[in-house]
């Protein structure tokens, strides 16, 4: 049988669900069998989001730039989107700065009232992404496959969110790509 192409991505999000990930310990072997990582923060260092994935979990909510530009290209080029945890689910932790009204009274709170020395924006373009104006969760921007709710997501419900998949579910005869 071929193997899926498989990627994981982080956005804005803590990380917690990619540790939860590591929590599937020995089935990551199993994992490893089946599926070839071709995009993750996770043991490698892959630049660009590669074509033809056929399962890609997404870590975190929609806060910047740069998380906008890398999620309109992981559901170009990805079969079945699984919209992976609470942050990315509903905006969860991320999106508490949406109480405050925007982008532009978070940076003042954070760089200028709260700062000892040198209150000053951040402001460097190319290196340092806009924020938005709003965390929004995935779906608010692209269609989603699957959602995983959970703060983390435990190991097993991640195991059986992949297991079917694997076996060639969506991931490889399913949902058409969402171009
Ligand atoms: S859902 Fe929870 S564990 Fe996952 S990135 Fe958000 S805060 Fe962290």
């Known amino acids: 049988m071929d193997k899926i192409r498989f990627a994981t991505v982080w956005l804005a999000g803590c990380s917690g669900c990619h540790m939860s990930f590591l929590d599937l310990d020995e089935w990551l072997i ?21 074509e033809n994935v056929d399962v890609c979990l997404v870590e975190g909510g929609v806060a910047n730039e740069d998380n906008l530009e890398l999620l309109l290209n992981v559901r170009k080029r990805t079969k079945t989107l699984i919209s992976f945890g609470d942050c990315a689910v509903t905006a969860n932790v991320p999106g508490m700065r949406n109480m405050l009204g925007g982008a532009e009274p978070v940076l003042k709170r954070g760089y200028l009232e709260l700062a000892e020395h040198s209150p000053q924006l951040p402001h460097a373009p190319g290196i340092v992404p806009e924020l938005l104006a709003q965390v929004l969760p995935v779906h608010q921007i692209v269609p989603v496959d699957i959602y995983m709710p959970g703060c983390p997501p435990p190991a097993d419900r991640i195991r059986a969110t992949l297991e079917p998949l694997l076996r060639g579910g969506n991931a490889r005869h399913g949902r058409p790509r969402h171009d």
């Open 30 to 50: 199993v994992l490893a069998q089946q599926a070839d990582v071709v995009y993750s923060p996770v043991g490698s260092d892959i630049k660009d989001y590669p």
